[in-house]
């Protein structure tokens, strides 16, 4: 740790050390305020705008060149999408800004690459931020109410059941804020090389599937299945996993206080999608995508890229653009009955983005999920699963579950999604440099 102090105060610049303070921030930021996590990274961005315009430090980008030149490819999808909107008033901040988050994934490389000691400041930052959010839970959990006097959320007029938020407030957005991480945080302790690191996942694994399932966020629990599925198929204590995962929710589903969690996740659900109408043979019910009005917010998007096939209606652009088709043609519903809703987005990543920014940002960013994809396939197969290989699996995971097709999803280019999202992409391109060493 003196040694590390050391480095920090005596072999950093001035500028870097703003940024590595500015990064060990923003995992706990986005905890408690979207605000000063957006202002974190915004300043960060902004350095490294200063280092690019001055030609200081860039070499060390030239290892990601086909990275960089496939994100701006996708920010000029953005920009012509925004030039062609009809609503350009709307769209553009959130169009013309977006460049900021790739930025901030460029500042996490930037500091990996250049001080060999980053990586431990960068790791007990994210692993200290994520303990406060957990312990903060558990607190909640008992007491009924967090360290800043949060209760847990939920009325019996709202949803008939008490759920966990921590520091999130009114905001259900803990689940999937600790499982959007737990990817990045496995690819970190693979990357350590500690001999009890298989110890450390387990245990986080059960401690954050535990959170997860009480927060009653059931999007965030199917994320969580899929790490678990990843998880276990990489893992060498498969059976070992499965015996303690198995009876943590087990215990979870039957003896928790609230029981109606479980009707939420079980009975809930059945009903939305349709399904319990086959266990009573019911013919005159539909099955559902998830629910009825996921499944009309998804006809909506799909009414609204038939209009803007090629660059979308532009970003946030989603309740506009249904109001006026809303008001221009008589709505006939569909043979599933489907009508258009309008709301600020479509529920659904690939939806979203065809009907805001098009079918070219549409193959982007489906030629990113299956590249990733397949990626993780292929590590499997790899006899020699070293530490570097479970890190990159791993790291790929926090992007998949990220773009993952057919599920329920918040905007994409919400400004809180996307900091989630390209925080451990600084990590990948890390990581996918050190590949391209070891493959030299």
Same mark, same amino acid.
Request: aromatic share 20%.
């Given at each position: 740790?003196?040694?590390?102090?050391?480095?920090?105060?005596?072999?950093?610049?001035?500028?870097?050390?703003?940024?590595?303070?500015?990064?060990?921030?923003?995992?706990?930021?986005?905890?408690?305020?979207?605000?000063?996590?957006?202002?974190?990274?915004?300043?960060?961005?902004?350095?490294?705008?200063?280092?690019?315009?001055?030609?200081?430090?860039?070499?060390?980008?030239?290892?990601?060149?086909? %990275?960089?030149?496939?994100?701006?490819?996708?920010?000029?999808?953005?920009?012509?999408?925004?030039?062609?909107?009809?609503?350009?008033?709307?769209?553009?901040?959130?169009?013309?800004?977006?460049?900021?988050?790739?930025?901030?994934?460029?500042?996490?490389?930037?500091?990996?690459?250049?001080?060999?000691?980053?990586?431990?400041?960068?790791?007990?930052?994210?692993?200290?931020?994520?303990?406060? =959010?957990?312990?903060? &839970?558990? @607190?909640?959990?008992?007491?009924?109410?967090?360290?800043?006097?949060?209760?847990? %959320?939920?009325?019996?007029?709202?949803?008939?059941?008490?759920?966990?938020?921590?520091?999130?407030? %009114?905001?259900?957005?803990?689940?999937?804020?600790?499982?959007?991480?737990?990817?990045? @945080?496995?690819?970190?302790?693979?990357?350590?090389?500690?001999?009890?690191?298989?110890?450390?996942?387990?245990?986080?694994?059960?401690?954050?599937?535990?959170?997860? !399932?009480?927060?009653?966020?059931?999007?965030?629990?199917?994320?969580?299945?899929?790490?678990?599925?990843?998880?276990?198929?990489?893992?060498?204590?498969?059976?070992? !996993?499965?015996?303690?995962?198995?009876?943590?929710?087990?215990?979870?589903?039957?003896?928790?206080?609230?029981?109606?969690?479980?009707?939420?996740?079980?009975?809930?659900?059945?009903?939305?999608?349709?399904?319990?109408?086959? =266990?009573?043979?019911?013919?005159?019910?539909?099955?559902?995508?998830? &629910?009825?009005?996921? %499944?009309?917010?998804?006809?909506?998007?799909? =009414?609204?890229?038939?209009?803007?096939?090629?660059?979308?209606?532009?970003?946030?652009?989603?309740?506009?653009?249904?109001?006026? @088709?809303?008001?221009?043609?008589?709505?006939?519903?569909?043979?599933?009955?489907?009508?258009?809703?309008?709301?600020?987005?479509?529920?659904?990543?690939?939806?979203?983005?065809?009907?805001?920014?098009?079918?070219?940002?549409?193959?982007?960013?489906?030629?990113?999920?299956?590249?990733?994809?397949?990626?993780?396939?292929?590590?499997?197969?790899?006899?020699?699963?070293?530490?570097?290989?479970?890190?990159?699996?791993?790291?790929?995971?926090?992007?998949?579950?990220?773009?993952?097709?057919?599920?329920?999803?918040?905007?994409? !280019?919400?400004?809180?999604?996307?900091?989630?999202?390209?925080?451990?992409?600084?990590?990948?391109?890390?990581?996918?440099?050190?590949?391209?060493?070891?493959?030299?």
């Amino acid at each position: 740790m003196r040694q590390l102090l050391y480095n920090l105060k005596e072999k950093t610049d001035f500028l870097d050390k703003i940024l590595i303070f500015n990064i060990t921030l923003i995992p706990l930021s986005l905890a408690i305020s979207i605000f000063f996590a957006d202002l974190l990274a915004s300043v960060s961005s902004l350095i490294l705008m200063y280092y690019f315009l001055t030609k200081k430090n860039i070499n060390f980008f030239k290892s990601i060149k086909k %990275e960089i030149i496939f994100f701006l490819t996708f920010y000029v999808i953005i920009l012509l999408s925004l030039l062609l909107s009809n609503y350009k008033d709307v769209s553009f901040l959130a169009s013309f800004f977006y460049f900021r988050y790739f930025l901030l994934s460029l500042t996490i490389f930037y500091l990996l690459t250049k001080y060999d000691y980053y990586f431990k400041i960068f790791f007990f930052s994210i692993f200290i931020s994520l303990g406060v =959010v957990i312990c903060d &839970s558990i @607190i909640q959990q008992i007491l009924g109410f967090n360290l800043f006097g949060y209760p847990k %959320e939920g009325t019996l007029q709202r949803d008939s059941l008490i759920y966990l938020t921590s520091f999130f407030g %009114e905001e259900k957005k803990l689940g999937s804020y600790l499982v959007r991480f737990l990817p990045l @945080i496995l690819s970190l302790i693979a990357f350590y090389k500690s001999k009890n690191s298989i110890y450390f996942e387990i245990i986080i694994l059960i401690f954050f599937g535990s959170i997860i !399932f009480l927060t009653s966020e059931r999007t965030a629990l199917f994320l969580l299945f899929v790490i678990y599925f990843f998880y276990i198929l990489i893992s060498n204590r498969k059976i070992y !996993f499965l015996i303690l995962i198995s009876v943590v929710f087990i215990f979870l589903f039957n003896f928790n206080p609230d029981k109606r969690l479980v009707d939420k996740y079980i009975n809930f659900t059945l009903k939305q999608t349709g399904l319990i109408s086959l =266990v009573k043979k019911d013919n005159s019910q539909i099955i559902r995508y998830y &629910s009825e009005e996921h %499944e009309n917010l998804s006809y909506t998007g799909l =009414v609204i890229f038939k209009e803007n096939i090629f660059f979308g209606s532009g970003i946030k652009t989603f309740f506009h653009q249904c109001s006026n @088709i809303k008001n221009k043609k008589k709505i006939i519903k569909t043979k599933r009955n489907n009508e258009l809703v309008c709301s600020t987005h479509p529920h659904n990543t690939y939806v979203q983005i065809l009907s805001e920014i098009g079918i070219f940002g549409f193959l982007m960013i489906s030629f990113l999920f299956v590249f990733l994809f397949f990626t993780n396939i292929k590590i499997l197969f790899n006899n020699n699963k070293n530490y570097f290989l479970k890190s990159y699996y791993f790291i790929n995971l926090s992007l998949i579950i990220n773009l993952l097709p057919l599920i329920p999803s918040g905007s994409f !280019f919400n400004n809180w999604i996307s900091l989630i999202i390209f925080f451990p992409l600084g990590f990948w391109l890390y990581i996918i440099k050190k590949n391209d060493l070891k493959c030299q």
